[in-house]
């Protein structure tokens, strides 16, 4: 490898560049490097925990690539973040994580002793398809931007000539338009029908949620299940991005969340960290395109004892109201699903009292509930102060109408999805 500067001030991107090189190393891999010099490919390398510094010129990068060798635990809900942000500025991402040490013949440029291993498999690759899907990246950004800034207009003297043809191309795309809202529409219907339609709510336990998304569909879901007589599983989980790709995703999370498993007429309840375990495994099996993951966080509640077991993967922390107290974030290690393949969870037990709540919910809330305040931690906002000692049903009520009349910039908004639950 040869050592690659980076800078220790930021600057801002003034001209296109085609690849951005983030990573947490002091260098840059000698045949990627290489590769771009001989492909005429301008890059620059960046730390990537200075991301967010460059993140308002994103239109002046064409993709990017994040090397992750050696990633922290604790780093992956920024890594998670700094994917989320270039999916919605429609910017292609080539994750690699390990040196494998699979020497692969390479027809770009001299062969190594070894070769990269991208997204969560350990399979390798070599340079040549790093170069295939750097090419595809490119080209798909390069084509994008340059219809949406050059739109192809007629010439003025033959402006009148295409008038009819015009107003008749509108039309065809009103019509579109309209089949397509209806087609959305009909689609988060089809989504909410995945939601649980009553909650398990009694004299004892009361239970309430929001579900708020950003389009038509979302990239959340959540659920409330009675696993057994005394025992109560729920969930929410948030694929990142939102949109179609994400909620179809969310359909899949709902299926392969296993609470339970039944052998014959005796079943065994699963931990929720052995949970989090089968689901990452079995996303992480699908392989799926476009480097798409998600956070969760799931829970267990024991209706008669009132002990709460909890786990999560990569997702925010349950938060412990309790009267007369401040309120609790219930912190806990767990990564991120879908980018890791072997991954071990772990879980905690916490001991409920009447009076508590526990709240859930995805980083779409944070606006409303509160936001890490560097360094001293996370700080709750005022609104969730003024509202979290209400009785959970109209506690909700007000989160729901506080996460509505948010005024957020559109590039801003996200899916809003929590689940509270108190104990009298």
Known sequence: ??????????EVPKKFTDVLYLTNQQQIPSDIKRLLKQKKISFSVRPIDKFFQIRERLDLIGTVIIDTVGLEVSQQGYLSRII????????GVILLNERMEMPVKSFSVSPAKSSFSMANTLDSVSIDEIWVRLSLNLAYRKKSSEFAVKPAMPPKQIQRIYNNKLA???????????NLSEQFRLA???????????????????WATTFLPAEWVSGDIYDVVRVDEEHIGF??????????PAALLTIFLKQALVMRETTGTNYRVFSPAEVMKNLNTHMAAQKLSGYQFATCCYCLLNTKTLQLTYARAGHPYPILIRPQQEPQQLEIRGS?????????YIDQTIQLQPGDKLLLYSDGAESVIGSIDYPS???FSEEFYKIKDLPVVEMMDKFNT???????????????????VEVH
Request: hydrophobic residues 45%.
């Open 1 to 10: 490898m040869e050592k690659a500067e980076l800078l220790s001030t930021i």
């Open 84 to 91: 989320e942000t270039l999916e919605m500025n429609n910017i």
């Open 168 to 178: 008749e191309q509108l039309s065809m795309t009103s019509a579109l338009v309209d």
């Open 188 to 206: 988060g219907l089809v989504q909410q029908d995945f939601l649980p339609t009553k909650l398990p709510s009694t004299d004892k336990i009361k």
């Open 235 to 244: 969930y929410v989980a948030d694929v990142v991005g939102h949109g179609i």
């Open 336 to 344: 991120l699903l879908g980018i890791f393949g072997k991954v071990q």
């Open 377 to 379: 931690g996370f700080k």
């Open 402 to 420: 506080l996460a509505q009349g948010q005024k957020i910039d559109p590039a801003e908004v996200d899916d809003i999805t929590a689940v509270a």
